[in-house]
């Protein structure tokens, strides 16, 4: 009855065992933290480029078919706010109006109460019937911001007018 068969762990080969388990937990813990991060933020992002899309899309249908003779006047910017809008010969409003999108004098309420449209956010004509829509949006939550730009035409009717005239 000797002790020469009984094998156990000695104490250096359990701390070892103990810290190569820790350094491997401490690295799944990091991965699954920095999973969560990654997913919270383009969960975010998601939602920011959802939102622009529906904004953009809505402005492009009504001004893309929008004719100069029908806009009555254009406040890009309105004096000393940060609204930006056209009003039509029927008096309705399309554009940023206190932070608020507005289509023809309907308020576009966002798809998501988490999200807010910034005062930066403005209509900037760049030349001659063709404007710049600078969209900013902003997660209230994580404060990550979305900025678009697009570009679009308005129908110059007036030239055609002023060519029926010669005629």
Do not use: C, H
Not at 52 to 65: G, Q, V
Request: charged fraction near 25%; proline fraction near 1%; hydrophobic fraction near 40%.
């Amino acid at each position: 009855m000797g002790m020469d068969n009984e094998r156990g762990e000695t104490l250096v080969e359990l701390l070892a065992a103990i810290v190569l388990t820790s350094i491997i937990g401490v690295i799944g813990y990091s991965l699954l933290i920095s999973g969560f991060s990654t997913y919270d933020r383009v969960k975010d992002e998601s939602a920011l480029r959802d939102e622009a899309d529906l904004i953009i899309a809505s402005l492009i249908n009504e001004l893309y078919p929008l004719k100069n003779s029908e806009i009555k006047n254009s406040y890009l910017p309105e004096n000393g706010t940060d609204n930006y809008y056209f009003v039509l010969e029927n008096d309705e409003k399309i554009g940023f109006i206190n932070n608020t999108v507005f289509i023809r004098n309907r308020k576009i309420n966002l798809s998501d109460a988490n999200i807010q449209l910034l005062s930066n956010t403005q209509i900037v004509e760049i030349s001659k019937d063709r404007y710049r829509i600078r969209l900013v949006l902003k997660i209230k939550d994580s404060n990550q911001t979305l900025e678009t730009i697009s570009e679009i035409g308005i129908i110059n009717d007036t030239l055609w007018e002023v060519g029926n005239d010669e005629t």
